[in-house]
């Protein structure tokens, strides 16, 4: 069975930092893209960050220079470092892989 399971959310202060993680099991995703959106209350999931599967990344605008996707294809596992966050990445995040399942979400909450 397919699984994504994500963790390191949490609460924050505007300026910090977390870092997210993504364990995959049930098959390797070593050739898959995988993705980080995230959902605030009363907006649409909205694209975070993307990396290939030889590790070409996007990200969305607003995360540019703040967020680093990256991926650990022996431990089946995708990162999210959220630097200098802000109020406003307060939302819950979802790990995905590319055309694929979605992981549970990890709720993060930035506080002033």
């Known amino acids: 069975q397919v699984q994504l399971v994500e963790s390191g959310g949490g609460l924050v202060q505007a300026g910090g930092s977390l870092r997210l993680s993504c364990a995959a099991s049930g098959r390797d995703f070593s050739i898959n893209g995988m993705a980080w959106y995230r959902q605030a209350p009363g907006k649409q999931r909205a694209l975070v960050a993307r990396?290939?599967?030889?590790?070409?990344?996007i990200y969305g605008d607003s995360v540019k220079g703040r967020f680093t996707i990256s991926r650990d294809n022996a431990k089946n596992t995708v990162y999210l470092q959220m630097n200098s966050l802000k109020l406003e990445d307060t939302a819950v995040y979802y790990c995905?892989?590319?055309?694929?399942?979605w992981g549970q979400g990890t709720q993060v909450t930035v506080s002033s």
């Open positions: 990396i290939g599967s030889g590790g070409s990344t």
């Open positions: 995905n892989v590319v055309g694929g399942p």
